[in-house]
Every structure is written in structure tokens, then in C-alpha cells.
């Protein structure tokens, strides 16, 4: 065979699995019954009063995604934590550097107001 064909097996097999497992899926799902029910707006268990379209302050995906910055923070102190002893000097002041790059930033986000609840 050559490589062509080998891509192209595959290439097949990327279409042909998705496709059979979603057409398996439809074929032997439980066919649910139809009505007015059925067609009702699903929102934990209670329905809806009043606007359902509500409008959310930037606020909360500001601070997510100062949380999710101070998290990634975690993930890069915990390897050099653990080999803390073997990295020496130079490491620990490029630590010192990212952390007080950090910390900036969460300065800087507290007067802009990113952090308030109201």
C-alpha cells in the first residue's frame, strides 16, 4: 500500500465512525411521546415566570477570568515548587518576576472595579 492509501483508509474511518455511531444513536434511542409537555421549556424542574432573557453584569466574566488567570498562576508554581531545590537562584527571581507580574494584575483589576459583587 502506499501512503496515499493509508491516509485515505483513514481518512474514511474519520467519517465513517462518527457517522455510524450517531446513526446508531438515533436508531436505538426510546422514541419519546409528543404533546404539549414535551414542548414545554425545561428549566430545573419549575417553569419560567416573567422575562427568561435576562441580561448578566460583565463583572462575573471578568472576575472568571481572573480566577481562570490566577489558576493557570497554580499550575506554573506547583513543578517549580517541587523542584525548587534543583533550580536555584536564577529560578527563584524569574518566580519572584511572574508572581509580582501577577500580583499587577490583580492590583490593577481591583481599582478598575473587576472585583465588585454589586
Known amino acids: 500500500m502506499s501512503d496515499y492509501s493509508t491516509i485515505g ?10 457517522l455510524a455511531a450517531m446513526a446508531s444513536s438515533w436508531l436505538f434511542r426510546p422514541k419519546p411521546a409528543s404533546g404539549p409537555q414535551k414542548l414545554a421549556p425545561y428549566e430545573c424542574g419549575v417553569d419560567t415566570q416573567g422575562k427568561t432573557w435576562v441580561r ?11 480566577f481562570l488567570a490566577f489558576d493557570v498562576e497554580v499550575l506554573f508554581l ?6 525548587f531545590q534543583a533550580l536555584g537562584l ?5 518566580m519572584l518576576i511572574f508572581i509580582a507580574i501577577l ?4 492590583w490593577y483589576a481591583w481599582k478598575k472595579g473587576a472585583l465588585e459583587w454589586y
Open 9 to 18: 483508509i483513514f481518512f474514511v474511518l474519520t467519517l465513517v465512525f462518527p
Open 56 to 66: 448578566m453584569k460583565v463583572n462575573y466574566f471578568l472576575y472568571a477570568l481572573i
Open 78 to 83: 506547583f513543578p517549580w515548587a517541587v523542584k
Open 90 to 94: 536564577f529560578a527563584f527571581v524569574e
Open 103 to 106: 500580583v499587577i494584575g490583580l
